[in-house]
């Protein structure tokens, strides 16, 4: 199973960003997908969440900014970005909860560079 990231970049504040993650493998089910972001000297935190039902959770911080979606069919997460601020750079990671034919597991992306500055 590979996860794989796409979509980030150099925005200046207040722009898009639209970062997409693509599962690949034997897969039966996905139960959750997520993003995480990283920036310098902090901690991993979660930025958003799309369970299998449709339900979100997001950080306080992006709510009304940020947009978790996915595609089932396509095995593919999205995280629309709008509003972008300079502290929003970071790196971020997708993150999913699946069934796959080794079994159930958490797998993680490698990893967007998305860098908010003008």
């Known amino acids: 199973v590979q996860l794989v990231e796409s979509g980030g970049g150099l925005v200046q504040p207040g722009g898009s960003l639209r970062l997409s993650c693509a599962a690949s493998?034997?897969?039966?089910?996905?139960?959750?997908m997520a993003w995480y972001r990283q920036a310098p000297g902090k901690q991993r935190e979660l930025v958003a969440r799309?369970?299998?039902?449709?339900?979100?959770d997001y950080l306080d911080s992006v709510k009304g900014r940020f947009t978790i979606s996915r595609d089932n069919a396509k095995r593919t997460g999205y995280l629309q970005m709008d509003s972008l601020k300079p502290e929003d750079t970071a790196v971020y990671y997708c993150h999913a909860d699946l069934q796959a034919a080794t079994g159930r597991g958490n797998y993680w992306g490698q990893g967007t560079q998305v860098t908010v500055s003008s």
């Open positions: 493998g034997t897969i039966f089910s996905i139960y959750a």
């Open positions: 799309i369970i299998s039902g449709g339900s979100t």
